[in-house]
């Protein structure tokens, strides 16, 4: 089932389709129908009749109803199936009325059509009828023979209505023509079956017919109705649809109808139908478009053609234009749609002379006067264009292109595209073109001539070189109409834009038309021309010149010049053109057209004379912008002249010509763009000229206007100041020429002025005005100030607003921004504009929707990093901030003012704006501009002010401008009077006295509080308490101030340091930046020239490599570590050398840090200095063996601090080096590397005149420029050519990077600026030193003149300019080691890079004060402190200058300052609390804020102030509690201990600390930490002078012998009501044992580790009779344990034992104390001087055992001497019991060191103290109380302790050592009654029994009355030793311990006693010589039996026994043996019978 498209629409709806060419449902035929209606049917009049009508279909849907009633009725609700079903059903009945006439089959089969129809029209076009082709067939058989029937026989005119009854609706019942045309014309719109079934049944010829008889006879009537209108829709559709089916395209061509309806067109037009002529036309072109070969042969057999073209030509000057040429088109349609089949129809058509016809028909359009283009002439101009691409082969044309052409022109010289093949029907439009004057019919031709060149633009050169039509039309162009010349211009211009070509032929045409000039339209117009092609393409710069069309411009401008010159100028009248201003201004645009970027034409203009004519353009506002543009060429060949120019114009200008000063200004600032450009404007005076502009504008904006003001409104006044400043900006923006030139001419300032004399700002406010009160609200943002200034809607007073405005645009200048901004004057517009319609009444739209608002500041900068480009301006805001008042305005002026403050303070937050903005000297802007709301702290200004001023002051500051600032304040009668103090203090004071008179003056302060403060020097006058307030206030405020400028502004992990001067590198501007070291060495040949070199010195030139190795040094920042990826590394250092006559230089020495690990590299590898592109990848290219050290340091680095960075090369052997990197003191890596070589690179040798420059780089290059976010600073630089030891580098690492010496006389902070200095470096070996201190701006040529020409040549290379510039400023780092003697060095270093390199001299509030007085301004603001807050912030001030300026120090100990400030906190003690204490401790260096060590930085502040204890005793707080913890805390740093303790040594410490013992204030807590203190500083550092002070003081402390300290009880020692040094208490007891306790335990610690040597010269200082005064027996106990302890100590050295025992002198403590108090004496009194005496030598041990007779019943001194005689250390002896004495003997034997015993053996002379101390104790009467019980138990337990000690060494040598054997002896010397002795002696002399019992008779009167318990252990002792004596000894010559003890005896004991004591002591040996014969010992004893021994297997020798005999006879012949001879008898004969029975025994056998 097929659905048609057209189904379900009536005829309205299908004609709509129709005419927008939607035949969609037509399938193939569609496009064709489609085509037709359009070309043939006018859209508008379908459109007017779908508009008046609807379907007849549905209008008569009733009457339809009514002819069929099987029709449902409501159709609208019937569904379509139902329709086609019931249709199906009636069809079917009609099929089957065969039998029935055909009439009856007839009416059947009109019933069925209103069925069918409506059937249609319900289903939407869906049709659902499978008997469709039957019903078509019948339906189209049905139409056909009622228009036969209708037409057949009939004349024409009656067929004519017979045929249009049939057809047409009638409103009646007899519908039966107009039921089969509507069903027809269905069935047609189906399928192409369908439509064959119609054709076949003859319709389409007859409708062919119908329409012929339609068109040519029209009816009488003269419209149409609407039912009209349809019928005929229907019957031109049912043809179209017929002409797109083959079968029905067949049937048209049947008969005669085609032939004749189209010889009618032609023939009969006036005859014709006009309303079926556009349904004609459109058959016809529907017939035309078929291309069926049937049709050519039909017209060509018909000859339709050529009659048709006959019939035309005879019509053509009869008919209208349009009617001619829309047949011709029609008949040339069937032409070019029959031409891809066959020709015939074109050449039928060339024979009919149509070419001819054509030119004739388009001529008629000549004379119409039409103002659109007619619809036929274009489809007529199209079939004529067509025509031209009509023929067999392609046109043959040669070559003849002329060049140059443009860069995309490309022939083709194959044929491509639709391309000209017939020049006859070109010749038509030529032709045309030349004959015709009609704009519309010219335009149109040159329209399809550009069509042509679009289809390919080889068209275009085929008829230029056959036909020439483009250089013919220039000929004729000046007889066309305007529009025609305008349009043919554009053709040409077309040519050039599209097609890329150059006619130059042409082109020398239209130059000669210009020429000869025939019209002033057509000039103009070819000129407009020209100006638009030579814009095109830089190319036709030369070609209009080649051509002579620039010479020709020349000229006539000249002329045009020269008349303006004579008859002046006229102003033009606006809205009147004047031909020849166009023409002129024209001509200067080509003119500037060709200048533009063509040096060569800017030449000619120049050579033909044209500037002065130039400038006379000027003048015209007309051609200023042209004018102006031609000298901005000129200016690249000279743009002194330009310059000049624009300067001299601006300056002549008059005051009213604001426009041409706009014009000049605008012009100036497009070629201060170029560096040329601003060369040139500063050597033109350029500056000044602007300046001058200014100047002139003084008044222009006083409000209200001054008279010569008035026609000038504010708006331009305010555009003219904007443009002023933008084109300054733009001379100043990255030219440091310029601005050098500007800030060293006073520039700024000059601006400033001419600023302030506009007339908005207001005067500067005296300093006598009354404060104005101002409520402190807060200020609007500046960013909202401007803004409202500049908005609209603004409500500011006009000045203010003017004000704001400037300040806006000043703003943007400093930012560097202000000339980059392309909508300046717009904004300015939109600002201003309204404020000044608002003046003039006017009202308007709001600006703001059409221009761009001025930038808010948040746009233009990013808070606190806002670079500023142009410091001087931002003085000149400054300079204007005072001037912002006015006051008419009070509040509002105020609040702009502290807006304005508030912004420069934001604009100052980065350090690098602080730092750019002190070096351009905004500090003394501040001073000299803003000095009222300085000194006036209620001013709202004060405070913003104040925090520029130290934000800035903390970086740099000039010592007079920070003189000024802290002078604010002070009355000038005060300072006057402070001058006269001043002078009367320096002329009447004494220059070696800085103490109490300097103290003095400066307590008064710099700020003194009455006028006669100084008059009465001793006495302190209280000032007046207004007065004092006052000062207090000011030195409150000026401490603050002073705080917050030497505040450190960045935390260093080491001491706190002032940032030095540096250069910083920024490698994010440009990529490089560097300093450039010329002339490092220049190694010569044999032969050199010494003029070769360079350099500075007298002496020979510098070797390199160095033969002693080098060392560089240098200071570094790093800001921004640069990103790994972008690969720059941070280059300290590189060295290159280049060799005479070659092209390549070398890098052989390089430093560098590695940003890809932060990793320091150091090279000697050779490598090519080349750009960066060139060098190798460093992948590929890997260092050599040897010659590169990479050490990684990454961790050590910090951004933001100043690191030290050392490269020591030490040379060795050979060609090897040891390289070591230091950081910050540090050794980071070392490591072996190979040398520098000889010479750079390859080279071996090199020729005797050749020469090899050494020259440097710090930083990167120019040719290794890269850009990277790396920033980094580099301070003081050296490099040595010697190999500088660690030590050295260690104390350049101290002197910080604010050195900036030679290393020859180096002090270093806290050393003694007396002592002489010795050089570090030898001054030959300083190769240079860098810092910026020894700078200064210069240039190249002076660099000659003041060194030498090589330097400045090599300078000049590298930074890129002429080595005779004297414009370039040149930072110059001169070389600081260049006045030392040596060789030959270089001059410094000269930064080279514009934007990557800034300076900044570094000059700190802290540095600055050394110059204005220093320290004596900061010890006056304490002398003017009247609280704690005041004190704190001047303490303050103190502490920050002092840890961060070392010069402070030096000054601070040159005038005695810290001598001046403990005065001065001891006059205000009051005042100090703990916050003043811990700064105290701050500026000393021992309390820091946990980042830095504890150690003494400044011993000033710690000697003076923080020792002067009476300052702190006196303290509110108890300060000094604090004070001793602190200082115990120091002293115990385990780091910082050692060196706090020197310092403490040297300030004096413990004498200080010794005088508080005597302070009665002094509790017994603090003494303990006193001592406590004592002993660290000891343990610290220990000096005998100290001890010797400390000894001192505890002689001090003892009593006289008088006073007996046994008897004070120490419970209530302790008692806090007693002083410390109370004589009748037992405190001071208690303070001597602390001291003795300290000295202990500090000379015994391990931590001072004192030699021998240092042991002894340190008891020989303090003598022995200090020691042994502290043992005297009237002293304390505890004081004796203590002092015999510390004695001992010393005397365990073997040395001074001797020494000790021999005798040393006495007094040594109190000559040694007294050393340097003599001199102060001295000084006080003079005294004879005393006799010398002999020194008196003290016999130690003798003295000692006389002391301790006194303490024997003291258990601790047994302890104690025991433990020296045992030889162990007394420090042992802490922790061991203290019961009683046998265990404290017993414990000391458990822990005593045997191994050193054995191997140094027991002391002697301790062996001798406790016989001594044995014999003192049992020589006493014995007491039988229980105090007395010590003198039997301490006997006994020392001499058990002697034999336990025997037994376990008795072999040691003390025990045979005399004197022990002699004090044994003495103390077992019997001193008692010996009567008895002799009687029983002589009485049992007669035997031996006798004497034996007589033994026990002499023991017993031997003993006194009542002998000691200790004794019989004594003599037991005795005896054991005797024997091991006797037994012990080998010979007799050995028994000298034998003879000691038979010699001994005490000095008082009589003879008899003697006598006695030998004889027991022979008895005693004989005893034991009888034991070990083995005889009975009891013939001389007891006669007991004898016990077996084992001494009797020791038998003596004959020898020992006979001398022993003899020895015995000896002493009974003496009278010493005192006993029975008969035992000497039987002693001898007992061993001569031992002796004689060996002998006996032998015998008998």
């Avoid at 104040?946 to 802290?966: C, G, H």
């Avoid at 401490?1039 to 910083?1064: D, G, H, K, W």
């Avoid at 006056?1420 to 005041?1430: K, P, R, V, W, Y």
Wanted: proline share 6%; net charge negative; with cysteine.
């Amino acid at each position: 089932m097929w659905s048609g498209p057209l189904q379900g629409l009536g005829l309205p709806e299908c004609v709509s389709l129709l005419k927008f060419g939607s035949q969609a449902g037509l399938q193939q035929h569609s496009s064709t129908s489609d085509d037709l209606l359009c070309h043939g049917m006018e859209a508008e009049d379908l459109s007017k009749a779908e508009d008046r009508n609807e379907d007849p279909g549905s209008k008569n849907e009733g009457q339809l109803a009514a002819v069929q009633p099987d029709v449902p009725h409501g159709g609208q609700s019937s569904s379509p199936t139902a329709l086609w079903d019931m249709l199906e059903r009636k069809f079917l009945e009609y099929q089957q009325l065969t039998h029935k006439s055909p009439i009856e089959r007839q009416k059947s089969l009109l019933s069925l059509l209103p069925l069918f129809l409506k059937a249609w029209e319900h289903s939407v076009g869906i049709i659902c009828f499978p008997s469709l082709q039957r019903l078509a067939e019948d339906v189209s058989d049905q139409l056909a023979q009622q228009l036969q029937k209708a037409l057949v026989g009939k004349p024409a005119e009656q067929a004519r209505l017979a045929a249009g009854q049939l057809l047409w609706w009638k409103g009646d019942v007899d519908q039966d023509g107009y039921l089969l045309l509507k069903s027809v014309y269905v069935l047609t719109g189906t399928d192409s079956e369908t439509l064959g079934r119609v054709a076949e049944s003859g319709l389409p010829a007859l409708l062919l017919q119908c329409l012929y008889l339609f068109f040519v006879f029209p009816l009488d009537k003269d419209e149409l109705l609407e039912s009209d209108l349809q019928v005929q829709k229907m019957f031109v559709q049912m043809l179209l649809n017929i002409c797109s089916d083959s079968q029905g395209l067949e049937g048209l061509l049947s008969g005669s109808e085609l032939q004749s309806l189209l010889i009618a067109t032609t023939c009969l037009r006036e005859h014709s139908c006009c309303f079926w002529k556009e349904p004609t036309f459109c058959v016809l072109r529907a017939i035309s478009k078929a291309q069926n070969l049937s049709i050519i042969q039909y017209l060509q057999a018909t000859d339709c053609v050529r009659l048709s073209l006959q019939n035309l030509s005879r019509l053509t000057d009869t008919l209208p234009a349009p009617e001619v040429s829309e047949a011709v088109s029609l008949i040339l349609g069937f032409v070019k749609d029959s031409y891809p089949v066959s020709s015939a129809l074109f050449l039928e058509f060339e024979n009919s002379e149509g070419y001819p016809l054509l030119l004739k028909v388009l001529l008629r359009y000549d004379g119409l006067t039409q103002s659109e283009v007619d619809p036929h002439l274009e489809e007529l101009l199209g079939l004529v264009v067509w025509l031209t691409t009509c023929g067999r082969s392609e046109l043959k044309v040669f070559d003849s292109i002329t060049y140059p052409q443009l860069e995309g022109f490309k022939f083709h010289h194959e044929a491509s595209g639709v391309t000209v093949k017939n020049l006859q029907a070109f010749q038509v439009l030529q032709n045309v073109f030349h004959k015709a004057s009609d704009s519309v019919l010219c335009i149109q031709v040159l329209s399809v001539i550009r069509t042509m060149w679009a289809w390919n633009a080889r068209n275009f050169f085929l008829l230029e070189w056959t036909l020439q039509p483009i250089s013919q039309f220039v000929e004729i162009m000046p007889l066309k109409p305007a529009p025609v010349q305008e349009h043919f211009f554009q053709l040409l211009e077309a040519l050039v834009f599209e097609l890329h070509y150059v006619p130059h032929e042409i082109l020398r045409k239209v130059q000669h038309l210009i020429k000869e000039s025939p019209g002033p339209s057509c000039t103009l117009m070819a000129l407009q021309s020209i100006l638009s092609i030579a814009g095109g393409d830089p190319l036709f710069t030369d070609i209009f010149r080649d051509s002579g069309l620039l010479g020709l411009l020349l000229a006539q401008l000249r002329k045009q010049a020269k008349i303006m010159r004579k008859s002046g100028n006229k102003v033009s009248t606006p809205g009147v053109q004047d031909p020849e201003r166009e023409l002129t201004c024209v001509m200067l645009r080509i003119v500037v057209t060709l200048l533009k970027g063509s040096v060569r034409n800017a030449v000619v203009l120049k050579d033909h004379g044209m500037v002065p004519f130039i400038k006379i353009f000027l003048d015209d506002e007309c051609y200023r912008e042209a004018s102006l543009s031609i000298l901005e060429q000129l200016s690249a060949i000279n743009a002194e002249e330009y310059m000049s120019i624009i300067v001299g114009a601006l300056c002549s200008s008059t005051q009213g010509e604001l426009q041409l000063k706009l014009d000049l200004l605008k012009s100036l600032l497009r070629i201060l763009v170029t560096p040329k450009g601003r060369a040139a404007f500063r050597v033109s005076s350029g500056f000044n000229g602007l300046l001058s502009l200014l100047s002139d504008l003084e008044g222009s904006l006083q409000e209200p206007p001054l008279q010569a003001w008035g026609a000038v409104s504010p708006r331009q006044t305010l555009e003219l100041v904007l443009y002023t400043l933008c084109a300054v900006s733009a001379a100043l923006h990255w030219d440091p020429v310029n601005g050098y030139f500007f800030r060293r001419n006073g520039l700024f300032e000059k601006l400033a002025e001419d600023l302030c004399l506009l007339g908005c700002f207001g005067a500067l406010e005296e300093e006598g005005n009354l404060l104005r009160s101002w409520v402190d609200t807060k200020a609007r943002p500046f960013a909202d100030l401007l803004g409202t200034a500049f908005s609209s809607s603004g409500s500011l007073p006009p000045r203010i607003q003017s004000c704001l405005q400037i300040l806006g645009f000043l703003d943007s200048m400093a930012s560097g921004t202000l000339h980059l901004r392309g909508d300046l004057k717009e904004s300015l517009r939109t600002k201003q504009g309204p404020v000044v319609d608002v003046q003039k009444g006017e009202t308007g739209s709001d600006p703001q929707r059409n221009f761009k608002q001025w930038p808010d500041l948040e746009e233009r900068m990013d808070e606190g990093d806002a670079a500023i480009m142009h410091p001087g301006v931002v003085c000149i805001m400054v300079r204007l901030l005072p001037r912002l008042y006015h006051e008419d305005h009070p509040q509002l002026s105020e609040e702009i003012q502290c807006s304005l403050a508030s912004h420069i303070q934001s604009l100052v937050k980065s350090e690098k704006n602080r730092q750019v903005m002190c070096e351009a000297g905004l500090l003394g802007t501040l001073m000299a501009s803003c000095h009222r709301a300085l000194v006036t702290s209620g001013s709202p200004l004060h405070s913003r002010l104040i925090r520029i001023f130290e934000k800035l002051a903390s970086q740099a500051i000039e010592p007079d401008v920070l003189r000024q600032f802290l002078g604010l304040g002070i009355p000038s009668s005060l300072s006057a009077t402070t001058k006269i103090l001043d002078s009367s203090h320096t002329h009447r004071g004494n220059p070696g006295c800085s103490g109490s008179q300097t103290a003095q003056g400066l307590a008064e302060g710099p700020w003194p509080a009455a006028p006669d403060a100084g008059l009465h020097p001793g006495v302190t006058q209280a000032p007046q308490p207004l007065g004092e307030s006052q000062d207090s206030t000011t030195a409150l405020q000026t401490a603050l101030s002073l705080i917050s400028m030497t505040s450190p502004r960045n935390l260093q992990p080491q001491r706190a340091a002032l940032a030095p001067s540096f250069v910083e590198f920024d490698m994010s501007v440009e990529g490089y930046g560097c300093l450039f070291i010329p002339t490092l060495s220049t190694v010569m040949g044999t032969s050199t020239e010494y003029s070769v070199s360079g350099g500075i010195g007298t002496g020979a030139t510098r070797p390199f490599p160095p033969p002693g190795g080098l060392t560089f040094s240098c200071w570094f920042l790093i800001s921004r570590h640069g990103a790994a990826t972008e690969g720059h590394p941070l280059r300290f250092l590189t060295l290159v050398r280049h060799l005479a006559r070659t092209e390549q230089p070398f890098v052989c020495f390089s430093v560098s840090l590695c940003p890809d690990d932060l990793s320091l590299v150091v090279s000697t590898e050779e490598k090519e200095f080349q750009p960066l592109d060139v060098m190798e990848p460093e992948d590929d290219s890997e260092p050599s063996a040897g010659c590169q050290l990479q050490v990684r340091c990454g961790q050590l680095l910090a951004c933001g601090q100043w690191h030290h960075l050392a490269v020591v090369v030490t040379k060795e052997m050979k060609r090897h080096c040891t390289v070591s990197t230091c950081l910050d003191g540090q050794v980071i890596g070392s490591a072996k590397m190979l040398y520098i070589q000889a010479l750079p690179g390859p080279f071996l040798s090199m020729d005797p005149s050749a020469f090899v420059d050494v020259y440097g780089y710090i930083a990167t290059p120019r040719v290794w420029k890269q850009k990277s976010s790396l920033i980094w600073r580099l301070g003081p630089t050296y490099l040595f050519e010697e190999a500088i030891s660690m030590e050295t580098l260690e104390v350049i690492n101290k002197l910080g990077p604010r050195y900036c010496g030679n290393f020859q006389a180096v002090h270093v902070q806290g050393e003694d600026l007396d002592s002489e200095a010795t050089p570090f470096v030898a001054e030959e070996r300083v190769s240079f030193g860098l810092h910026i201190a020894s700078s200064s701006i210069t240039s190249v040529a002076d660099i000659r003149n003041a060194y030498n020409e090589v330097d400045s040549r090599l300078i000049a290379k590298e930074m890129n300019i002429s080595s005779r510039d004297n414009a370039m400023p040149v930072f110059l780092l001169r070389n600081c080691a260049g006045h030392l003697s040596g060789s030959l060095r270089t001059i410094g270093a000269v930064a080279v890079g514009q934007l990557g390199v800034r300076v900044f001299h570094s000059s700190p509030a802290a540095s600055s004060l050394d110059f204005i007085g220093g320290p004596a301004i900061l010890l006056g603001l304490i002398s003017l402190a009247t609280d704690d807050h005041t004190m704190y912030a001047a303490v303050k001030v103190l502490h920050s200058v002092l840890t961060s300026n070392a010069m402070c120090d030096f000054l601070m100990q040159h005038i005695c300052g810290y001598q001046i400030m403990a005065f001065l906190l001891r006059k205000k003690a009051s005042l100090l609390n703990h916050r003043i204490f811990q700064l105290i401790l701050s500026v000393a260096g021992t309390v820091e804020l946990g980042f830095r060590s504890s150690a003494i930085t400044n011993t000033g502040v710690f000697q003076h102030i923080l020792c002067n204890f009476e300052l702190w005793m006196n303290t509110a707080d108890n300060l000094e509690l604090s004070l001793f913890s602190h200082l115990l805390e120091i002293l115990q740093s385990p780091r910082e201990g050692p060196r706090n303790a020197e310092a403490a040594h040297q300030a004096q410490l413990i004498p200080k600390l010794i005088f508080l013992f005597n302070e009665p204030s002094l509790i017994p807590s603090k003494i303990s930490t006193i001592i406590g203190i004592l002993a660290c500083q000891l343990r610290g550092h220990f000096s005998t002078q100290d001890l010797l002070r400390i000894g001192l003081f505890v002689v001090y402390t003892l009593k006289p012998s008088s006073v007996n300290e046994r008897q004070i009880c120490m419970d209530g020692a302790l008692d806090p009501s007693l002083p410390a040094g109370s004589q009748t208490s037992g405190k001071t007891i208690w303070l001597r044992n602390q001291l003795l306790e300290m000295l202990l335990s500090v000379i015994s610690s391990p931590q001072l580790h004192l030699s021998s040597e240092s042991k002894e010269e340190m008891f020989l200082k303090l003598g022995p009779d200090w020691f042994l005064l502290l043992l005297q027996g009237h002293l304390h106990a505890s004081t004796t344990v203590l002092a015999l302890k510390l004695l001992l100590y010393f005397l365990a050295s073997p040395s001074l034992r001797t020494r000790f025992r021999d005798g040393l002198c006495a007094g040594s403590w109190v000559e040694r104390s007294t050393e340097g108090v003599d001199i102060v004496m001295d000084n006080l009194k003079s005294q004879s001087p005393l006799p010398e005496q002999s020194p008196c030598l003290l016999p130690g041990f003798r003295v000692l055992n006389d002391f301790l007779a006194h303490h024997v019943h003291i258990p601790e001194v047994y302890l104690i001497v025991s433990t020296f005689f045992l030889q162990t250390p007394l420090t042992e002896l802490m922790d061991g019991p203290k019961d009683s004495l046998d265990a404290m003997l017993q414990w000391l034997l458990q822990r005593h060191h045997q191994e050193e015993v054995l191997q140094a053996g027991l002391c002697t002379e301790g062996a001798l103290l406790l016989l001594e101390m044995l014999k003192a104790t049992m020589s006493q009467p014995l007491a039988g109380s229980e105090d007395g019980a010590w003198a039997q138990t301490f006997p006994a337990s020392v001499l058990q302790f002697l034999s336990l000690v025997h037994r376990t060494y008795p072999q040691d040598p003390a025990w045979r050592a005399p004197e022990f054997l002699q004090t044994l002896a003495i103390a077992a010397f019997p001193l008692g009654a010996q009567k008895g002795v002799g009687a029983e002696s002589t009485r049992n002399t007669s035997s031996p029994e006798a004497a034996a019992e007589g033994d026990s008779t002499v023991e017993g009167l031997q003993a006194p009355t009542k002998a000691h318990p200790a004794r019989r252990k004594l003599r037991e002792f005795t005896q054991l030793l005797l024997r091991e004596l006797l037994l012990g000894a080998s010979s007799p010559k050995q028994w000298l311990p034998l003879e000691v003890l038979l010699e001994a005896s005490p000095d008082h004991a009589t003879s008899q006693q003697k006598r006695d004591f030998q004889s027991e002591v022979l008895l005693s040996a004989m005893e034991l010589f009888h034991m070990t014969s083995g005889g009975d010992a009891a013939m001389f004893r007891d006669g007991k039996e004898p016990q077996p021994s084992a001494e009797a297997a020791a038998a003596p020798s004959l020898a020992n026994i006979s001398c022993f005999t003899q020895k015995l006879v000896e002493k009974l012949y003496s009278g010493m043996f005192s006993a029975d001879p008969r035992h000497i008898l039987l002693f001898i004969l007992e061993h001569i019978m031992v002796i004689s029975a060996p002998l006996q025994a032998r015998d008998f056998s």
